[in-house]
Structures are given as structure tokens and as C-alpha cells.
């Protein structure tokens, strides 16, 4: 896992300039989305920042951004199942964005 995890970091960190800017855009949109849903919900449980579905997907979602989507692991899928569903306002974002936005938060 941790080779994987350092296989993610060393791919994102050759990203060109550009990639990187909208890399932070796409994230700072779709994390603030996530989060201004997440403010909003009044889901005693958990909010979907704190979802234990969400965070266990972190690893997941490193790699799928790494690999520009060729890794899919379950917990991912799990966790963008489980947020189009917590927050239909995200069901337009796409797996890559909604991905970021579990590496950002």
C-alpha cells in the first residue's frame, strides 16, 4: 500500500504547470462543493468529510489519480457510490474530480 502510495505521489509530482493549476482548481471546486454539502447536511451520524466510507478510499483515490484512472480500487468505487448518493448535487463531477476532492480533504 505504501508503494503505491509513493508510486501516486512521485506521478503527481512530474505534473506539468498547467496540470497542476487545474488540478488545484478542479480540487478547491470540487472540495468546496464537498464540503459546503457536507456543512449543509444535518446527518447526525457523520458529516461526509469525516465519512469512515470516504477516508478508507484515500489510498484508492491517490492511485486513480496517479494512474489518470486506470486503477479503480473498490473502496473508491464505494466512496463515490456512497457521495453521489449523500450529495446529489455532485452527481455531475466526475470520478477523477470527486477523487481529488477525497485526496483534499
Known amino acids: 500500500m505504501t508503494l503505491r502510495f509513493f508510486a501516486a505521489a512521485t506521478l503527481l509530482s512530474l505534473a ?9 482548481a478542479t ?9 459546503a454539502s457536507a ?20 489510498d ?3 492511485s486513480f489519480v496517479a494512474t489518470a484512472g486506470s486503477l479503480r480500487g473498490a473502496r473508491l468505487e ?7 448518493q449523500a450529495a ?7 470520478d477523477l474530480q470527486l477523487a481529488q476532492a477525497i485526496l483534499s480533504r
Open 16 to 24: 506539468s504547470a498547467a496540470s497542476a493549476s487545474s488540478f488545484i
Open 39 to 58: 456543512e449543509a447536511s444535518s446527518d447526525a451520524s457523520s458529516s461526509l468529510r469525516e465519512s469512515k466510507v470516504v477516508l478508507a478510499a484515500r
Open 27 to 35: 480540487t478547491d471546486t470540487v472540495g468546496g462543493a464537498l464540503a
Open 78 to 84: 464505494a466512496a463515490l457510490q456512497h457521495l453521489r
Open 88 to 94: 446529489p448535487s455532485l452527481t455531475s463531477a466526475s
Open 60 to 62: 484508492d483515490a491517490a
